[in-house]
């Protein structure tokens, strides 16, 4: 009997509630025609002689009714009589103002406070149970013991955790050369253990990938597993988190359960930093910490771990536990970055459009200059809008301007809009301020990719590709022309208009990041001298004010150094605004035959 009570527990408890709510509907159903059974029907003429009499204490009447109630003074005083009386409503205005003369209290009410108040209470508790019942029943498959352990598989709330076998391959993986090595020796200690073991190494139990998001962390964990020919489950670490307490770190042994089972396997945990941040952070609570205390005990190997390695992927290193970095958990970190140049993301275009048929007049290498800052994943979605704008457009291959307005969509997040001429004054604001922009990199000695200007679907866009620098290192005069550069937009149309507009917004937000970074990090600055203020400012040995007025100084400065060199070549200015308005997209070398000297 008591095995059968725990197992139908929910269901029991449920059943209880509802026949709880059941009996108290009938109780006030019960009551409500319990009061009905007082009512006294009368005429119209006779509640006109109450009326006449001065009988009558009080009116109830509910709009949209045809009939109104009311209740008749005691003999011996003014209290109400417990008898109510029911007539026709005679719905003509001044009644009320009629009845309250006599002395007569008039009540009206807009909606019924006996029926629908009531069902309104009762649908609340049903939603109430139903949450409960759902609830208590999920929590049960959760907190299941002993040798029932439920299949984290299952659709039971660890939906993100899957297991499939591998397909990717180290070929898939491009533009990642610098750690492709580490990654091929770990995946050669995994798939033949002995190699290592002859020399009396260990391979890693762990590694962590870390980087921006769409940089191909999940693939390269992939291709490890599909490499060394085992097993590939991928769980999301946001996933282990719910309201119930103990489920994160159920959900966490249950993971490794299941690993163990599949042995050998690569387990892949995304997003790590959701339950694996630092146990002194801000924010956090004990069901945090318990999650993270079961994923280091399975990782210390308390249980076997033979066959079993981790990877886990985060796009904030800096916020993990360092206890889940140290040897023997994820001892190895490798830093997985974007495309370093252009040439990679050619080599990234031509992987994702070789099953496609291309143009004549495409240049991947013209694409991949004016595509700076794209991840793996960008490329890869610019690619697949350019196969649908092609497809859409009925054409049997990809050209240059499906490419092009693929890369426009994304930047400016909005397809282009049709009705162009109903905001022309908008494009044509939009065109100057880019070729401010384009003349300013030109004048600075700075390669141009591409200049293009949009409208969408939610206003006008623009933007001016520039080609990526050869070096890494930025030097002061480099700073100082990027923020030129920004503030170049903003000063052309000043110029030409008189007047400037929001549009500079995002420009100001890069250069007040460069100007900070001038001040307060690098040293360029000739009052601070070689001083990182940043961590003077931390320990409030220096006052913010002097920095902010030290930037807001540096920025005038550059701003109208920005706009006096800008008025000197404006005629390159309007040239080239006038050709972007015609053509709305032009190409470096179409830039370069309107501006180059």
């Not at 009499?53 to 008749?72: H, P, T, V, W």
């Not at 940089?215 to 946001?238: C, H, M, Q, R, W």
């Not at 301007?401 to 494009?427: M, V």
């Not at 001083?531 to 006052?543: A, E, G």
Request: proline share 2%.
């Amino acid at each position: 009997m008591k095995d059968f009570y725990e197992a139908h527990k929910p269901y029991i408890l449920a059943t209880i509630m509802l026949l709880f709510v059941c009996a108290f509907i009938f109780m006030v159903q019960f009551s409500a025609r319990s009061s009905a059974n007082y009512i006294t029907d009368v005429s119209y003429s006779e509640f006109e002689k109450y009326v006449a009499k001065g009988s009558i204490a009080s009116i109830r009447y509910q709009m949209g009714e045809n009939d109104m109630y009311f209740r008749l003074k005691t003999e011996d005083t003014d209290a109400e009589e417990q008898m109510i009386y029911r007539t026709t409503y005679p719905d003509y205005e001044g009644f009320k103002k009629e009845m309250l003369d006599k002395g007569i209290a008039v009540q009206i009410t807009q909606t019924s406070s006996d029926s629908s108040s009531w069902w309104l209470w009762v649908l609340i508790l049903f939603i109430v149970i139903f949450l409960i019942m759902r609830n208590t029943t999920n929590t049960g498959k959760i907190m299941n013991m002993g040798n029932h352990l439920t299949n984290p598989f299952q659709d039971d709330g660890n939906k993100d955790i899957k297991t499939e076998e591998s397909n990717v391959r180290f070929a898939d993986i491009v533009g990642q050369d610098e750690i492709l090595d580490d990654i091929k020796f770990i995946t050669t200690l995994i798939k033949y253990p002995e190699r290592g073991e002859k020399m009396g190494a260990k391979a890693p139990r762990g590694i962590l990938l870390q980087g921006p998001p769409g940089t191909g962390k999940t693939l390269i964990a992939k291709a490890i597993a599909g490499e060394a020919n085992v097993s590939f489950i991928y769980a999301n670490a946001s996933s282990f988190m719910e309201m119930y307490v103990g489920v994160g770190a159920k959900r966490v042994r249950q993971l490794f359960s299941e690993a163990r089972k599949k042995s050998p396997c690569v387990v892949f945990i995304d997003e790590i930093d959701s339950i694996g941040g630092s146990r002194n952070a801000q924010g956090r609570n004990s069901e945090d910490d318990k999650t993270v205390n079961a994923l280091l005990q399975e990782m210390d190997g308390f249980k076997s771990r033979d066959g079993i390695f981790v990877i886990a992927a985060t796009n904030n290193a800096d916020s993990l536990d360092k206890a889940l970095v140290r040897a023997g958990r994820f001892d190895r970190q490798i830093t997985v970055n974007p495309p370093r140049n252009w040439e990679v993301r050619r080599q990234l275009y031509k992987m994702y459009l070789q099953d496609a048929p291309l143009g004549d007049d495409v240049s991947l290498s013209a694409i991949a200059k004016e595509t700076a800052g794209f991840t793996g994943a960008d490329i890869a979605a610019a690619c697949n809008e350019a196969k649908v704008i092609a497809i859409m457009r009925d054409q049997a291959y990809i050209d240059t301007s499906c490419l092009e307005e693929a890369i426009d969509k994304k930047i400016f997040k909005g397809n282009r809009a049709k009705d162009q001429h109903k905001r022309e004054h908008d494009r044509e604001i939009v065109a100057y301020h880019e070729a401010g922009h384009a003349v300013m990199t030109y004048l600075c000695g700075q390669p141009i990719a591409r200049a293009s200007i949009q409208s969408t679907i939610s206003g006008v866009g623009g933007v001016v590709f520039q080609e990526e620098p050869d070096t890494s290192f930025q030097t002061e005069e480099s700073l100082r022309q990027q923020i030129m550069i920004c503030y170049a937009g903003r000063a052309s149309e000043d110029i030409k208009f008189k007047n400037v507009t929001t549009g500079a917004s995002n420009d100001i937000t890069q250069a007040t990041r460069i100007m900070s970074g001038y001040i307060e990090h690098y040293g360029f600055n000739p009052d601070f001298g070689m001083v990182d203020m940043s961590i003077l400012q931390q320990n409030r040995v220096v006052d913010s004010h002097d920095i902010t007025s030290r930037i807001s100084s540096m920025s005038n400065d550059l701003y109208k150094e920005c706009h006096d060199l800008l008025e000197k070549n404006y005629n390159k200015v309007e040239n080239l605004a006038k050709a972007l308005l015609e053509h709305e997209s032009m190409s470096g070398e179409e830039i370069m035959k309107i501006i180059g000297d």
